[in-house]
Each structure stands twice: as C-alpha cells, then as structure tokens.
C-alpha cells in the first residue's frame, strides 16, 4: 500500500533563512510525487511534482524539492524564505499504474517569521 | 477563467437530511475527484471519476455517492449525514491521463449537527 509521511506538524523559520519541509513515501514501483500548497481559506494549489528525470525538481514561488530513492524522501526547500510563505503544505504520491488515485500526507504548517 | 467551483461553500445541516454539494470545472478535464480534509488526517479521497459515467471509490468512500453524468460536473451526494461527516470537502480536476497537475476547487465547509 502506499503512504506518505510528513513528519513535522509545524515548521517555524525566519525570514532570509532557507527552509525545509519534509515528506517521506512508501510506493511500489515508481513513485509520482507532488508538492501542493493551502493557504487560508483557499483550495490547495499545485507547486511541483516528480515523475522522472532529475532529482532536483523546480517549481512555483522560487520552491524546488529533492527526490531521494535511497532515503524514499521528497523534501520541499527553498534558498530564502518570504512571510508570505507561511502557509499549510502537503506532500502527495500518485498511483503510477494510471488511475486517479492520491495519498496526501497530513500536511505540515510553515510559519515564517519576520 | 480556468476554474473549479463548488457550491455551497458553508453548509449547516442536521443528521439524516440529504444533501447535495456541486462541482464544476470549465477546463474539460476528464478526471474529477472529491477529498476530505480533517485535522491531523490531511486529505483523503473520497470518490474519483476518470469519465463520465465512471467512477471509482478513493479511501473513504462510506456515506457517499457520486455520479457523472456530464464532463464539467461530478456532485457529492451525502444520503443520510452524519456528525462524522462534519468536514472540510474540497472537488479537484485534472487534464486525463497525459497530465498530473491537479486543480482545486475553493472547498466547501461542511457541519452535520
């Protein structure tokens, strides 16, 4: 069965600093991951994803993540943070066997602080 | 505007009382998706449709049902509301099967008293 981790609740960085949120995945075959961002009283939107190819992935609002096979890791980093970053994230891994079907992890809350 | 819209968008209703939460997308996206979100639980899927007239059970499809009867739209249908059910459902799309890019609809704030 599939399943995706997100470790950290909450995740607290000031403002300039370089920021982490972490997600780890458990799949058969090759894993499709995602990154997508809520903010208050908004739908989720969508920063980037990872199907194939290099294992930096770039994606919106100066985000990348990092894809890891050893580790089974996809971490969302950015170089510095922005207040208005703070937000809720979630990681998510897609069936790669064509269907429509996701597993979100539980979200980890970014809170930058100025 | 390319968009997903559901309605309504808050909604205070009582055990058992049927009720319906639309979705629409204008994107003519083959594939639409209801989620859940809870505290601690992140999102979970409820119902999924990759066309009309085809649809799939996500990972908590119990005191649902869906249908697809028309490309744009693919509502939500709670039978007999339940407390339990009290939560925050969001209506996704996407493309088909050549894309991975999901969009979201505003959500819909949903409380069974």
């Known amino acids: 069965a599939q399943s995706v981790a997100q470790p950290e609740d909450q995740v607290n960085v000031a403002e300039g600093n370089p920021l982490t949120v972490k997600c780890t995945y458990s799949v058969s075959g090759n894993p499709y991951l995602f990154w997508y961002v809520q903010y208050p009283n908004r739908g989720l939107q969508f920063l980037l994803k990872?199907?194939?190819?290099?294992?930096l992935v770039k994606g919106s609002y100066g985000f990348e993540a990092e894809f890891n096979k050893s580790q089974t890791s996809f971490h969302l980093k950015k170089p510095s943070a922005l207040v208005s970053d703070s937000a809720l994230y979630f990681c998510a891994v897609r069936d790669s066997g064509g269907t429509y079907k996701y597993i979100f992890g539980t979200g980890t809350r970014l809170k930058v602080l100025a | 505007e390319a968009q997903v819209t559901q309605n309504p968008r808050y909604l205070i209703t009582v055990t058992g009382k049927k009720l319906t939460v639309t979705c629409s997308q204008n994107?003519?996206?083959?594939?639409m998706s209801w989620y859940r979100q809870d505290p601690g639980l992140g999102l979970r899927q409820i119902y999924y449709?990759?066309?009309?007239?085809?649809?799939d059970k996500g990972d908590v499809p119990e005191g649902y049902k869906v249908s697809r009867k028309e490309k744009r739209n693919f509502p939500l249908i709670l039978e007999s509301p339940s407390p339990n059910q009290t939560s925050l459902y969001f209506c996704?799309?996407?493309?088909?099967?050549?894309?991975?890019?999901?969009?979201f609809g505003p959500g819909t704030r949903l409380t069974v008293l």
């Open positions: 990872y199907i194939t190819g290099d294992n």
């Open positions: 449709s990759m066309n009309v007239e085809v649809t």
């Open positions: 996704a799309s996407r493309g088909g099967p050549s894309t991975d890019t999901q969009y």
């Open positions: 994107m003519n996206h083959e594939y």
